[in-house]
């Protein structure tokens, strides 16, 4: 196998940019060449297997190699391969996506805007909340807040929204109209004596206190991660969200759940929402929605806004917002599918049920361990909290790599899981179809490699 990709790898450099990659770590060891997948492991171009535990990036719900998804696909587009949807142009693949993920999605979300991955349907409902505000006269509304260490894309407009500064380093970015508050981490961002409930109180304060001094007229939404993902795996505190939503509804001001990871069974529920009282005006989603099998997103937003966004067309005529590959007959016949195979072998239930072994397993192994401070997350959804100083809650040096060493050495052993530097964190994410033998072996090698890498 080695030497059948050889002559792919070694052109790889001399062609490709890649995504959130280092060009020089390219040039000097080549790329992570994956050529074949199943269930849980993906296989590499010299015959390694490799248990994903992070689910490619967060998104192969249903797992690796599901000939039911192929097939679909080859059918599919053998029928109709591609026809765009601009001009009220449809197909019957997007109206009962539409259908179902209207049914299953959190109450009072009843229209969805179709694209192509998270990016995009984040940067829908930006447009989309400026264009609800001005049809109503607001005009001004149109800064958006959103919290650091957020994650909601890497588009111009979703790289301001995120909370991470590497995504703005040598990019004249974040652009003026977001307006950055606390990220709701009690462990990291919690001060000395401080209760988790006034903890909470405080950053509900400083939010209000943004919203008096930017001018609630000003502000048109706000963006949040049901449970961070990329910036650490990070849950509110319980009363964060509600608390949060009388605020944002007292001056008009959209709450938009950003589940793009969070979505389509991950936390053991079909949306994180469900669980966190979160009750979203509009909502992002892709990622699971086709378990990655196609890029595709779905962008949901209620009643409320499109009433405004009608009536808006009748004066101004289209809708001005679309993809070339917006309600995708393809894309959505794949996602369909995925759908029904999450709901007919109790996927969602599975993510729960093994979501909590998981949960139970990483805390009696570490709970207790001298390095790691804190285990967060729900169901398939998974952070492990590294610290330097355990009683008080010191984070490793970013400079001392921990989270890219431990991942390394973890790899070395046969799995993958994902290093977040920035928060010092090692995150899991595994398909929804893993077993709890796998489990067991994913957490025996997380503890080996990080008593082998922390001495």
Known sequence: MTDQFKDVESKDAEFVLHPASSITALLENGPQMVVSAKGSTITESNGTDLLDAVGGLWCVNAGYGRTELAQVMKESAEQLAYYHTFSNASNPWQVELAEKLVKLAPKGLDKVFFGSGGSDANDTLV??????????????????????QAYHGTSISTASLTGLG?????????LDFVLRVECPHFYTRGKDGETEQAFCDRLIGEIADLIEK?????????????????????????DYYPKLKALLKQHDILLVADEVVCGYGRLGTWFGSEQLGFEPDMMSTAKGLTSGYFPMSAAFISNKIWEVLKEGSAKLGAFSHGYTYS??????????ANIHLIENEGLVNQAKENGAYLHARLREELNDHPFVGEIRGRGLLAGVQLVKDKANRVLPDPAEKWPAKICA????????????PSVGTLAISPPLVITRDEIDHLVRVLVGSINSELK
Request: aromatic share 8%; charged share 20%; hydrophobic share 45%.
């Open 166 to 174: 590497g995504f703005h380093r040598e990019f004249p970015l974040p």
């Open 214 to 238: 930017e001018g609630a007229d000003n502000i048109a939404a706000f963006f949040a991660e049901p449970i961070h993902a990329a910036g650490g795996i990070i849950e509110p505190p319980v």
């Open 409 to 420: 050495a973890m790899k070395k052993a046969g799995v993958i899981v994902r290093p977040l």
């Open 327 to 336: 309600g995708h007959p393809v894309g959505a016949a794949v996602a369909l």
């Open 127 to 148: 447009k989309i909340a400026w264009h609800y505000h001005a049809l109503k006269g607001h005009t001004s509304k149109t800064k958006v807040i959103a919290r650091q």
